[in-house]
């Protein structure tokens, strides 16, 4: 049943898509032929659960605002976004206050495409358009924001979610949902050794010695290593920066996503380490 969905629901995007001049020739002959390339777009139905996407055509510039202009050209959910790279090629995509993801009145769903409460709404737009930009485009780690920069925080979910990190899809948020609520600093157990492919991170001497929260690590891979204190955040326990890295502590799982420099990636406690 899910498989005759799956494949009515395609033709009736692709027969809409074609309508709105997503994949016609007309839109393709008013722009240069070296700017429009094949560009998949994604559509993620099943949240939280990790399946692959829904695939479908579209041509259209590498760009956030043309994939995300195609999204809603396809859905008739208002994709209102800007974007930026920076110099290590991470992508933050800005969402606007017009667009669906905040104002319900900016939905015109494609028939068979509702969704009956936010929630659902919500994830499905936020996980089409990270698969889409990630797949499309190739980028390794895709931010959110809003409001022009602000955190994302989208207190219409149950529970409220925010997104200090990069994204990682409904999947991950859905099954540490208990981690929304911000803990105490003494909580948050940075302590011990963790690995991952690109080295071991070690972290020593969490605590608050007068000017705030803090912890002293050591990263190194067999070729390079690095070191250097941290600063928590005084607002959020489970986040810290060291430039160029800022380390994103996951309660559930016990697992620090670090972002920027040499030692880059998801690392996992390999030690049974307490504060």
């Given at each position: ?82 974007s930026n790279t920076d110099e290590n090629g991470a992508i933050t995509i ?47 780690e895709l931010f959110y924001t809003m409001d022009g920069g602000k955190e ?124």
């Amino acid at each position: 049943m899910k498989k005759i969905f799956a494949l009515l629901l395609a033709l009736a995007l692709l027969l809409g898509f074609a309508a709105c001049g997503g994949i016609g020739k007309d839109k393709t002959e008013t722009t240069t032929a070296a700017a429009l390339v094949p560009r998949p777009l994604y559509l993620v139905m099943d949240i939280g659960w990790g399946d692959g996407p829904e695939e479908y055509p579209f041509e259209g510039e590498a760009t956030v605002e043309s994939l995300a202009a195609g999204l809603t050209a396809m859905t008739g959910y208002a994709f209102t976004v800007t974007s930026n790279t920076d110099e290590n090629g991470a992508i933050t995509i800005d969402w606007s206050a017009n667009s669906s993801l905040f104002d319900g009145e900016a939905a015109e769903p494609v028939e068979g495409l509702e969704f009956y409460d936010y929630d659902g709404m919500a994830w499905f737009m936020l996980d089409s358009l990270c698969r889409t930009i990630v797949r499309s485009i190739g980028v390794q780690e895709l931010f959110y924001t809003m409001d022009g920069g602000k955190e994302l925080v989208l207190e219409n979910l149950s529970p409220p979610v925010f997104f200090p990190g990069p994204y990682m899809l409904s999947e991950y948020y859905l099954n540490n949902a208990f981690n929304y609520e911000i803990p105490e600093h003494a909580d948050v157990n940075w302590w011990g050794e963790y690995g991952c492919e690109a080295g071991i991170l070690n972290i020593v001497n969490y605590n608050d010695k007068g000017m705030g929260w803090s912890f002293h690590f050591t990263f190194s891979n067999g070729e390079i290593e690095d070191e250097g204190t941290a600063a928590v955040d005084p607002k959020d326990p489970r986040q810290a920066e060291y430039v160029p890295y800022v380390f994103n502590f996951n309660m559930w799982d016990e697992t620090i996503v670090v972002t920027g420099g040499d030692f880059a990636g998801t690392y996992r406690r390999t030690d049974d380490a307490v504060g």
